[in-house]
């Protein structure tokens, strides 16, 4: 199985932009889709976006289409989520995920799970 550590979160301002990343350690990276979901107090967890293990798929939710990519660096085993024209409805925790295929981090069918990371966006 494979350990996921995510750095990154932190304050910012609307308009402002973040790039999470996300570690992967234990097995062959390049095996997993990897993926994004977060988490706002009170609510449920939700799909972000997710890239295939080759990289040459992705996919995003309707909330971030045109303001986040989501990209990955197999030499590095680093999956990475960039974040741009935030606002404070993006306010999260912000978890990172790995599976075989990249539909299945899309129906939250996840093998593994990162430990989450803050991100808080000021008006």
């Known amino acids: 199985q494979v350990q996921l550590v995510e750095s990154g979160g932190g304050l910012v301002q609307a308009g402002g932009s973040l790039r999470l990343s996300c570690a992967a350690s234990g097995r062959t990276f390049s095996s997993y889709a990897m993926g994004w979901f977060r988490q706002a107090p009170g609510k449920d967890r939700y799909f972000v976006a997710a890239?295939?293990?080759?990289?040459?798929?992705?996919s995003y939710g309707d909330s971030v289409k045109g303001r986040f990519t989501i990209s990955r660096d197999g030499a590095k085993s680093t999956v990475y989520l960039q974040m741009n024209s935030l606002s404070p409805e993006d306010t999260a925790v912000y978890y990172c995920a790995a599976a075989f295929f990249l539909r299945e981090i899309r129906f939250g069918s996840v093998a593994s799970w990162g430990q989450g990371t803050q991100v808080t966006v000021s008006a």
């Open positions: 890239i295939s293990g080759s990289g040459d798929s992705t």
